[in-house]
């Protein structure tokens, strides 16, 4: 079932690259309650898409201040208008490098980029549930063959919670980053990574 599930991934990403050119309207900035003066990265729209989820890095009121990481700001939607970002997640923002990396179709799990120990994050993925009006204190996921990345890397978690998309550099990385899939196989426990082939991947 998992390679045919590889299988249909790796085909969905071929027919998406080669199907025909997608027209867009010219892009529309946000405005001033969203973008500042900071660098703003790492966007999620929720599923209701009535909450705009964003790092931002540079700024006086992150977690570790200007120079300290990247916090997870949000601004919600109200009458077709964004409303002002807040970093104000208790338990999800810290002084290292934090993201959103995916979230529930219901909304009540978000899945983080690094794992998150006291006040740093090291490489890998962490979840946290919501609490009220907060989330919980993120839990690591058990991922293998993470801390053998080289360089960069990064995460798309599908909002089922079961297929982990990942690009980084590991040994039989064809290129700089590759991309790998990982499945949760239950009780926090996640497959091998499996690279995607060289269709995908290239040098």
């Known amino acids: 079932m998992r390679a045919i599930i590889t299988s249909l991934l790796t085909i969905y990403i071929i027919v998406i690259s080669e199907a025909q050119e997608y ?6 900035k946000l405005g001033i309650a969203v973008n500042s003066e900071s660098e703003e990265s790492s966007v999620l729209l929720s599923p209701n898409s009535n909450r705009l989820y964003f790092s931002r890095i540079g700024h006086t009121k992150n977690s570790g201040g200007m120079s300290g990481g990247q916090d997870i700001w949000y601004c919600d939607k109200k009458e ?6 807040s970093n104000v997640l208790k338990n999800i923002n810290n002084k ?12 009540d799990t978000v899945y983080l980029l690094n794992n998150y120990k ?5 490489i890998g ?6 609490e009220g009006l907060g989330w919980s204190i993120p839990q690591s996921l058990n991922i293998p063959d993470i801390l053998s990345s080289k360089g960069y890397y990064g995460f798309n978690m599908h909002p089922n919670g079961q297929i982990l998309i990942i690009s980084m550099n590991l040994k039989n990385s ?3 980053e590759d991309l790998y899939v990982s499945f949760n196989e239950g009780n926090n426990t996640w497959s091998a990574l499996i690279h995607l082939g060289e269709v995908i991947n290239s040098n």
């Open 23 to 28: 027209n867009f309207d010219n892009p529309i």
């Open 80 to 85: 077709e208008e964004w409303l002002e970002a």
């Open 96 to 107: 290292g490098n934090n993201a959103i990396i995916g979230m529930s179709i219901g909304e």
């Open 118 to 122: 006291g006040k740093k994050t090291t």
């Open 125 to 130: 993925v962490s979840y946290s549930v919501k």
């Open 174 to 176: 064809i290129g700089n």
